[in-house]
Nanobody
Framework: QVHLAQPGGGSVQPGGAVILSCTAS????????VVWYRQAPGKQRVWVAT???????SYADSVQGRFTISRDNAKNTVYLDMNSLKSEDTAVYYC?????????WGQGTQVTVSS
């Protein structure tokens, strides 16, 4: 059974950094594109970043240059390295992948950027 696990998040001060992880079980992440989304309070879920099976990455303009998506195929894990955090980065962050046309989502990780 496919499952995406996201460890708990936390709070960080503006300008700080945090690394999120998304670990898959029941499937091989290495052959899948993996996408990070986020949902701020009262807003729709929006795309943040994508990593292809070959490692090609793409980012939303709002996080370009501050966030880095990467993968460790040996650990079946994808990371989102978030730097220079701003209050507007406060959101629940979700990872997602597709397996045989079915979307699988992580449970979400709360990141709060506040002084």
């Amino acid at each position: 059974q496919v499952h995406l696990a996201q460890p708990g998040g936390g709070s960080v001060q503006p300008g700080g950094a945090v690394i999120l992880s998304c670990t898959a079980s029941g499937m091989r992440f290495s052959i899948r594109a993996v996408v990070w989304y986020r949902q701020a309070p009262g807003k729709q879920r929006v795309w943040v970043a994508t990593i292809s099976p070959s490692g090609t990455t793409s980012y939303a303009d709002s996080v370009q240059g501050r966030f880095t998506i990467s993968r460790d195929n040996a650990k079946n894990t994808v990371y989102l390295d978030m730097n220079s955090l701003k209050s507007e980065d406060t959101a629940v962050y979700y990872c997602k992948t597709l397996v045989s046309g079915i979307e699988y989502w992580g449970q979400g990780t709360q990141v709060t950027v506040s002084s």
